[in-house]
């Protein structure tokens, strides 16, 4: 037991000492970083004003049916930051590797003594604390300029949903990290997740809107039950389903992603050792 948890400090700290080295390249380039805080911020906002032309203002009837709110604004917004989780998981943490190549330290790095998916742990920490901020400074702002209308008391039963929520996308992203190690331009399987999870996931619409087979295919992503449980904590979104349901989903599909993210790591890392193809450009 002893040496185990040993080994766990040991991990941390590798996880730790990535998260701190990736901080330190984004704050060496300030434009680039300020950039990247505004970018979030100029993409929601024609969500929000198409939203407000074409119902006519800023409560919608039709919402309030579906979901038993109709502030648009609120709605939308709320759906609008989890893109930046998934970003974290398809392209942030899927990249981490192809990123290393470009640096020409990736063999530096993957001689450190830990497993491979440490080093990946400790980009998924830096981008759930990069993506973090920049949520936060998304919402300040859109805050400020439409006044959001969220029950406070459900901030903190949202951030454990959050939580709960990044341990599945932190398996997803383990697995595209992986996959860049053999197709290199990993951006062909993260753009065609994203474009279907988007869809798929109740961003700026309810569930309900989707064909009855795209609702079946939504339950199996952790993001439709993160939003919309984030969703009824602060603005009272009627999902169809109990809050304790979908924290128990939640928790399967988080042991099911992190478990297939993990195996899919090993497999890939051992072919890729066995062929020698990781400097592979």
Known sequence: MKQFIKQMKHYARAVWAENIKEWKVELTYKPDFIRGLIDPLVYALPYLLYGIALV???NSKTLQGLVGSGDIITFVTLGYVFIG?????????GFSLRKEQY???LESVFAAPVPRWVFAMGMAAHSTLHQGLMISVQLLVINLIFKLTINPAGILPSLLVVAVMLIALYGLGMMIASVT???????????????????ITPIAYPLAVLPLFLRKAAMFIPTTYGIMTVRHFLMGENMGFSVA???FRLALLGIAW???GIIIFEIIDQRTRRTGTISHY
């Not at 989780?85 to 943490?93: C, I, K, P, V």
């Not at 053999?182 to 988007?198: D, H, P, T, Y």
């Open 56 to 58: 006519g203002g800023r």
């Open 85 to 93: 989780f998934l970003n974290m998981a398809l392209w942030a943490m």
């Open 103 to 105: 640096w020409g330290t």
């Open 181 to 199: 190690l053999v197709l290199k331009q990993g951006q062909l399987v993260s753009e065609a997740l994203s474009g279907i999870m988007m869809i």
């Open 245 to 247: 349901t979908s924290f």
């Open 258 to 260: 992190v478990t297939f």
